[in-house]
């Protein structure tokens, strides 16, 4: 990965072939999936932060993670080590609060924020937040602004303003690059897309060859976009594989093993959001059924939730095995209920508790925690390594579950003997290399041979489709459509199910 700027134009190399380009002045989209490579980008651009050198031009970043200080007001977080001072050229003495305060503020009106400058920054909505950190990067004279999926948590209304605000950078003359797995918004709000599969650019397109003919124009560009993102020659090869009858497929029971149904849960520190929403599958004796989705899909927190709401709460539904309704809210009670899980990227759960370093907890203590306000909402509370969990070597797995790349391969083999009815898995191959990935499948395969129900959730849709019989799809927390990997849709309808709005 390598980064490189000429003018106005900003050049991102990419691990396998082509170059992602941001102009100055314009907003760019680079969409691609999990895989695509897009975190490489990410990376780079936080790396060239951090290194800080005066030579370079400036840029500046929004992740997905809250970057604020939650203890400080949000004028403070707007001019972070840019304060303006008391006095002029040597002769200064001091932060000048009144003028930073002043500037803050009319700068979040210029982008939209009606955000008040002496307000704590712990408060802020993810509108809010995400303008300050604009401005935060408008104040150090950023000449680049790169957003990780920005919208992913706004409504329709926040979104829209966010594009304004967006537009307001732009016509600063600073170039913009959003990385996105949401084509349908991009097509909205771009000057240029591109897209990105298994770190390549298979694609560029400027806004002329879809905003000319407003609607056949742009439904083109949609179909070929969602098509170009999902079609990697792994997931070709693995359906065609499928399609010649290279792996069997279960027929599916009068009874299932296990049945989701009304399927509802609700994020841990924002109650108001919801992660998964009426969802249900069922999983019969013998089936592989997966669940397939972007990043933030739902596929994850769904799995999870079920087994002893080890992500999220306030989980409503119903969970059935063998046609009984069952108790799955503790993991000891879902594993009583015949339900084991076992994840190729263990669950680390660590909170930065209001003042304070991330410091580790179980699962279960979140909602309680949250509820006695005990945690800010810039907590690190999704699954993966937040810099206070690193520091602290924090890591919390689940009591009696599996996880890491040493234990998945052993623990599915063992799957077949236990008392266990349902293996649930969450990305198990992840970081493997083929040979051990191989194992994995043989083991997963040998688990439903013995008359096991299997659910699988990963983003890799050519590994679902080499081992499920059918394909749940989630997007936004909600189910759009199933399929079989026998029999599968077009790719376009495929990629259209992924896809979220």
């Not at 990780?148 to 950078?169: K, M």
Request: charged fraction near 25%.
């Amino acid at each position: 990965m390598s980064s490189m700027a000429e003018g106005d134009v900003f050049r991102f190399g990419l691990a396998g072939r082509g170059e992602l380009l941001a102009r100055g002045g314009e907003i760019a989209v680079a969409l691609g999936g999990p895989s695509s490579g897009l975190g490489g980008v990410a990376a780079e651009v936080v790396r060239r932060i951090a290194r800080g050198s005066r030579r370079q031009p400036v840029y500046g970043f929004v992740g997905r993670r809250r970057g604020l200080a939650p203890a400080l007001g949000v004028a403070e977080n707007v001019f972070m080590g840019n304060e303006r001072m008391r006095g002029s050229g040597l002769l200064q003495w001091g932060v000048d609060w009144e003028a930073t305060r002043r500037e803050a503020g009319e700068l979040l009106r210029e982008l939209g924020s009606s955000a008040a400058p002496t307000s704590p920054a712990a408060g802020l909505g993810e509108f809010d937040r995400l303008i300050v950190e604009i401005a935060r990067a408008l104040v150090r004279e950023a000449v680049l602004l790169v957003l990780d999926e920005p919208f992913a948590e706004l409504d329709q209304g926040e979104a829209a303003r966010l594009v304004a605000a967006l537009r307001v950078v732009v016509e600063r003359g600073v170039a913009v690059l959003v990385l996105s797995e949401r084509p349908h918004a991009a097509l909205g709000y771009a000057d240029a897309v591109s897209v990105v599969r298994d770190g390549e650019v298979v694609s560029m397109r400027v806004r002329g060859e879809w905003a000319a003919d407003a609607r056949g124009a742009a439904d083109a560009v949609l179909r070929d976009v969602l098509t170009e993102m999902v079609a990697g020659r792994a997931l070709v090869s693995a359906l065609e594989g499928r399609a010649s009858g290279a792996v069997g497929d279960a027929e599916a029971a009068e009874l299932p093993l296990l049945e989701v149904s009304h399927w509802t849960v609700r994020d841990t520190v924002q109650p108001e959001r919801v992660l998964v929403e009426d969802v249900g599958f069922a999983v019969a004796p013998g089936e592989i059924v997966g669940l397939a989705g972007f990043s933030g899909s739902g596929a994850d927190a769904l799995l999870l939730s079920v087994y002893g709401q080890s992500e999220g709460t306030k989980a409503g539904g119903v969970v059935a095995v063998l046609g009984a309704e069952v108790d799955t809210a503790t993991v000891e009670k879902a594993i009583a209920a015949g339900l084991y899980l076992v994840a190729g990227d263990p669950p680390r759960y660590r909170l930065r508790f209001i003042g304070g370093l991330a410091v580790p907890v179980s699962a279960s203590s979140v909602p309680r925690l949250a509820a006695l306000g005990l945690i800010d909402r810039d907590s690190d509370t999704d699954p993966g390594d937040g810099v206070g969990g690193r520091l602290l070597g924090a890591v919390r797995s689940f009591g009696r579950s599996g996880s890491g790349p040493d234990q998945v391969a052993g623990l599915i083999r063992e799957f077949p003997a236990s008392e266990r009815a349902v293996l649930l898995l969450s990305d198990p191959t992840k970081g493997l290399p083929e040979a051990r990935r191989h194992e994995v499948r043989a083991g997963i395969r040998a688990v439903a041979a013995a008359g096991k129900g299997v659910v699988l959730a990963s983003p890799d849709l050519a590994e679902l489709a080499q081992l499920c019989d059918r394909v749940v799809v989630l997007a936004d927390g909600r189910v759009t459509g199933e399929w079989r990997p026998a029999s599968p849709p077009p790719l376009p309808g495929l990629a259209a199910l992924l896809a979220p709005r």
